[in-house]
């Protein structure tokens, strides 16, 4: 992580928070997950999933029926993390 070191909560917006009351402090972390969310969404790289098959085809070993295989596999495991 690249910002370990950095301050995140300075003594104003410290004081900001403890004066919040419950409906402030939810709509608060709501933005705050949300900034977090988003930078993750833009962080996110597709995956060219031509390229990958080709990339694998090179590897010595893999014949079609293995690289076929492999491609289940890696769609199985992506159709899953898209579902959560």
């Known amino acids: 992580?690249?910002?370990e070191n950095q301050e995140l909560?300075?003594?104003a917006l410290y004081k900001h928070i403890k004066s919040m009351n419950r409906a402030e402090m939810e709509s608060f972390v709501r933005n705050i997950f949300n900034?977090?969310?988003q930078r993750a969404e833009e962080e996110t790289h597709p995956i060219?999933?031509?390229s990958l098959r080709?990339?694998?085809s090179k590897i010595?070993?893999?014949g079609e029926s293995r690289l076929n295989?492999?491609?289940t596999v890696i769609d199985n495991h992506i159709n899953i993390n898209d579902d959560t």
């Open 60 to 62: 010595k070993g893999i």
């Open 54 to 56: 080709a990339d694998l």
């Open 1 to 3: 992580m690249e910002n």
């Open 9 to 11: 909560v300075n003594r």
């Open 69 to 71: 295989e492999i491609m």
């Open 48 to 50: 060219d999933y031509d």
């Open 35 to 37: 900034q977090g969310y």
